[in-house]
């Protein structure tokens, strides 16, 4: 599948927002929330230009949902966004020509999943460091509600994998600087060479071979051009950083 780059439209993203995150889109997604759901791609907007990446929270261990994933679902939280599940039931009658019914179907009962935040028409999951197989599950749940008309478009924030990894090497390097050579931990604090969690490239294979079908969708990758600028410092709560 071919990507759009609607993003790139100061009129639909201001460059506050574009100059700090790699965008991935499909079906023109921005231009497509902007229109449909202005309140919506507002708050969205919102979040991205007020959310930066701190070392503190980012480099220490976490399982799915670590520490990034919980302060941006809390910012979409601030503008009424909520945790919600979309089920989907169809109905299938057989019908003469003058409307009377034959025969019902058995209705088709499909549940969904708890998206991470939900509001209007607009779905965004934040995966971070997840299984991979969320991001299959993701689009082709936004592409089923999309084809069901209960969706306008969805988004997926995650991790630009090869420019944090270079950003955390950096930052590793600099705080083991500040330290006696026998203090010094060779280790990351975090592992950033595992090829089985989300990630931004990861999202583009997926794109690009259509699992979201039509369904306009918005990949939004962290990187190093999100990051606060801020160093490595250790953890205040005490213990190894490496979380040992």
Not at 29 to 40: K, L, R
Not at 129 to 156: C, F, P, Q, S
Request: one cysteine or more; hydrophobic letters at 35%.
């Amino acid at each position: 599948m071919y990507t759009t780059s609607t993003y790139d439209d100061p009129r639909v993203m201001p460059s506050s927002v574009r100059e700090r995150y790699e965008f991935l889109e499909a079906s023109s997604a921005c231009a497509v929330m902007q229109a449909v759901c202005p309140g919506e791609w507002a708050d969205i907007l919102s979040v991205l230009d007020t959310y930066t990446l701190d070392p503190a929270t980012w480099m220490k261990p976490g399982r799915n949902r670590g520490d990034v994933s919980k302060e941006i679902d809390s910012l979409f939280a601030k503008h009424d966004w909520d945790e919600r599940r979309l089920d989907i039931e169809i109905y299938g009658y057989l019908v003469d020509r003058k409307g009377a019914r034959l025969h019902a179907f058995e209705p088709l009962f499909q549940e969904g999943y708890l998206v991470d935040n939900f509001k209007g028409r607009i779905a965004v999951d934040v995966e971070w460091n997840a299984k991979d197989g969320n991001l299959d599950r993701d689009m082709t749940a936004y592409r089923t509600w999309h084809e069901a008309g209960v969706l306008t478009a969805g988004v997926i924030i995650t991790k630009h994998q090869q420019s944090l990894k270079s950003l955390v090497h950096r930052l590793w390097s600099e705080w083991n600087e500040t330290l006696q050579v026998d203090d010094r931990i060779a280790k990351l604090p975090i592992d950033m060479e595992t090829s089985t969690t989300t990630n931004f490239e990861k999202a583009g294979l997926r794109v690009r071979r259509g699992v979201m079908g039509t369904c306009p969708l918005l990949v939004v990758g962290l990187s190093e051009k999100s990051w606060n600028g801020e160093p490595y410092r250790t953890p205040s709560f005490g213990g190894s950083p490496s979380g040992a």
